[in-house]
């Protein structure tokens, strides 16, 4: 994205690709490389770049962005898990291209949900620093991800290597200084402190080993010999009218007590009760890969709906989303 003559070449290698030209990809592993390696390339040099463009550069970015939103919106519905990536990017508002080029068509300010951090805010960070990042965690083929607490075990130049505090079950992740999926501590974790207060009875929207989401019931805590505190979950919730009863006779709602587990406080894979399945339901069906999730603060986790043969892509929150650059 160094120079005009890049962006007209690569201009007119999307107009090729959108239309579906036989002439681009004569052999299938060159198909693979433009939808993995290259794109997630391009779009991440494009949305992290900070320097000034030129009103041609611009236009030719704009040109750029919506060619590769049409190819996305063609691509997806085929599982072409390769650009998910780049989807993410290229609809993250916080994107620095968004902030340094194009303040004048992304009004960014009107729909995030809180601004964004100052861009060098990762140049105090260190060894041990905490910070917010995305936290990915595992259950079977099923993944999930969310904003949680992380701390930084290596740093380079332009690279951020953190763990997730209390979370053995979320691995180490890098990213990179610009990558909008870090944040300063408690900038995208606003009322974490939730987790440290749950307590037997509690209610809590629990992620299973299918992909869907349960309204549980938090049995007990304790504190492990690794010093994180583990809560052991019910994928149920007890009340006088259920219609289930569980070994001690207890009526409820949900799966039985042979698939009750213990999780840590801080698993991702915990949320706030009702904050992902519906208010009054126990069940939340997630017709999710998790490929593609891009939460704004530690209460969001990216869904998808399938209606009518169209879907739906729905960010936790009540906050209008709008831009007029798409």
């Known amino acids: 994205v160094e120079t005009t003559d890049h962006l007209v070449k690569l201009s007119s290698l999307l107009e090729q690709v959108a239309s579906q030209s036989p002439k681009v990809f004569t052999k299938d592993d060159l198909k693979v490389y433009f939808?993995?390696?290259?794109?997630?390339?391009?779009?991440?040099?494009i949305t992290s770049c900070t320097k000034v463009f030129t009103k041609e550069q611009k236009e030719l970015l704009q040109k750029i962005f919506r060619l590769y939103v049409k190819i996305l919106l063609t691509e997806l519905p085929n599982d072409n898990k390769g650009l998910i990536s780049c989807m993410r990017m290229i609809f993250d508002p916080e994107a620095r291209i968004y902030q340094n080029c194009f303040g004048d068509l992304a009004h960014h300010e009107s729909f995030m949900y809180s601004p964004s951090p100052d861009l060098k805010?990762?140049?105090?960070i260190c060894v041990g620093s905490k910070i917010d990042a995305i936290a990915e965690e595992w259950v079977y083929q099923n993944r999930v991800e969310g904003w949680?607490?992380?701390?930084?075990?290596?740093?380079?130049e332009k690279e951020v290597i953190c763990s997730f505090d209390g979370n053995p079950e979320a691995k180490k992740r890098m990213f990179l200084k610009t990558s909008s999926s870090i944040a300063p501590l408690g900038y995208r974790t606003t009322g974490w402190e939730w987790r440290e207060k749950m307590k037997a009875d509690d209610r809590v929207d629990i992620f299973d080993t299918l992909g869907n989401w349960f309204l549980g019931t938090i049995l007990k805590t304790q504190e492990k010999a690794d010093s994180i505190k583990y809560a052991y979950v019910a994928f149920r919730i007890f009340f006088p009218g259920g219609s289930k009863r569980d070994k001690s006779g207890l009526l409820h709602e949900g799966w039985s007590e042979d698939y009750d587990v213990w999780m840590p406080i801080n698993s991702i894979k915990l949320q706030k009760p009702n904050s992902i399945t519906k208010a009054g339901t126990v069940y939340c069906r997630r017709a999710l890969d998790d490929e593609f999730p891009a939460p704004n603060d530690a209460d969001d986790i990216l869904l998808y709906y399938t209606i009518v043969n169209a879907r739906l892509y729905v960010a936790n929150r009540s906050q209008r989303q709008f831009s007029s650059f798409y």
């Open 35 to 45: 939808y993995e390696d290259f794109s997630n390339e391009v779009i991440t040099s």
């Open 121 to 124: 805010w990762t140049d105090s």
């Open 148 to 156: 949680a607490r992380a701390t930084v075990h290596e740093i380079t």
